[in-house]
């Protein structure tokens, strides 16, 4: 098994009925790129910003991350490369930013509602990000913890005042849904998203309502709950409607079932941990696109996340 996953690490995850599925993968340093290449990642699809401010005591400057940008993007050639914007609170506490101290953080200013509290931190990320494109490659950006269309559309704003201002080219601007109500509202999100990238991770706990990091509840969290699944059949709906793509960026894009359902529901990239490539592009590979659309709908129809796993070994 293990020499045929390697066997396949090179091709593209293509279903025996000819379906291609974009495989990337969530790397956060340029060198880890080298790596997640040869694992058979055809990009970066999650380059999560935080960790440039989590490992230092300081913030780093817009120079700073002008490198850091551009050596992912170097990294990677004219492979894709989508870079998230800050995504601060809940898990992430960066202590040197002071930030207020909240009753629940989770359900607090986090992501996209820090970014737009704080231009401070916004605008040096916005700037690095359009000077980073100006040299080439191919850079999407996308905002993390979108609630609502009218944060986008100021989001949006704020990146075509600076890419006007270095007169950058302009990059697609995608965002991540990991809230229910994006979900619920993905089509009228999708009028003014490039592309949704699902954060399966937090829509999971933000669905079920169980704290992602609780160890009493882990077992529970389950990306694979019908309720999270609906959720992301949702939200391929909505961008359908506006003939947007979808990926899926959260841990279940890495396992094969995981992997196997999302494309049955329609979803058209995964981006996953390095290591976890190979084992899923394997799973496509020796699946038929049909037989994953029937999964799928029997997923949606299951009645709780231990029934969806009983029809893992199945049709897919
Ligand atoms: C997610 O929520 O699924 C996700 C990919 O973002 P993070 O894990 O960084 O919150
Ligand atoms: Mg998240």
């Known amino acids: ?10 091709k593209p995850a293509v279903t025996r009925d000819g379906h291609r599925v974009e495989i990337a993968a969530n790397v956060n ?3 880890q790129v080298a790596f997640a290449l040869a694992q058979g990642g055809e990009g970066v699809g999650l380059m999560r910003t935080e960790f440039l401010f989590l490992e230092r005591g300081d913030s780093p400057s817009e120079d700073e991350q002008v490198a850091a940008y551009r050596a992912m993007a170097e990294a990677l050639g004219e492979r894709p490369l989508i870079v998230r914007a800050l995504d601060i609170g809940g898990d992430k506490q960066v202590p ?3 930030l207020p101290r909240e009753e629940n953080p989770f359900l607090g200013v986090r992501g996209a509602r820090l970014l737009l509290r704080r231009p401070d931190l916004l605008e040096p990320q916005l700037r690095a990000l359009y000077r980073a494109a100006k040299d080439g490659g191919d850079l999407s950006i996308m905002f993390p913890m979108i609630t609502s269309a009218h944060e986008l559309i100021d989001l949006r704003r704020r990146c075509e005042a600076i890419r006007a201002e270095f007169e950058a080219p302009q990059v697609p601007i995608g965002i ?3 809230v229910p109500a994006a979900a619920i509202q993905a089509a009228s999100l999708a009028a003014h998203a490039d592309f949704f990238s699902i954060g399966t991770n937090d829509l999971t706990q933000y669905t079920l309502a169980i704290d992602r990091q609780n160890p009493e509840l ?3 969290a389950d990306s694979l709950h019908p309720a999270v699944l609906r959720m992301i059949a949702m939200t391929v709906e909505g961008a359908k409607a506006h003939g947007r793509w979808v990926g899926v960026c959260g841990g279940i894009a890495g396992d094969p079932f995981g992997a196997a359902l999302l494309v049955g529901l329609g979803v058209n990239e995964l981006s996953m941990t390095p290591r976890d490539i190979p084992a899923v592009k394997a799973r496509l590979r020796a699946s038929d696109r049909s037989e994953l659309v029937e999964l799928a709908a029997r997923a949606l129809a299951a009645e709780g996340a231990a029934d969806v796993h009983a029809l893992d070994g199945g049709a897919a």
């Open 176 to 178: 991540m849904i990991e």
């Open 29 to 31: 340093r340029a060198d």
């Open 218 to 220: 882990a077992g529970d």
């Open 1 to 10: 098994q293990r020499a045929a996953e390697e066997a396949e690490r090179g």
């Open 96 to 98: 040197h930013l002071d």
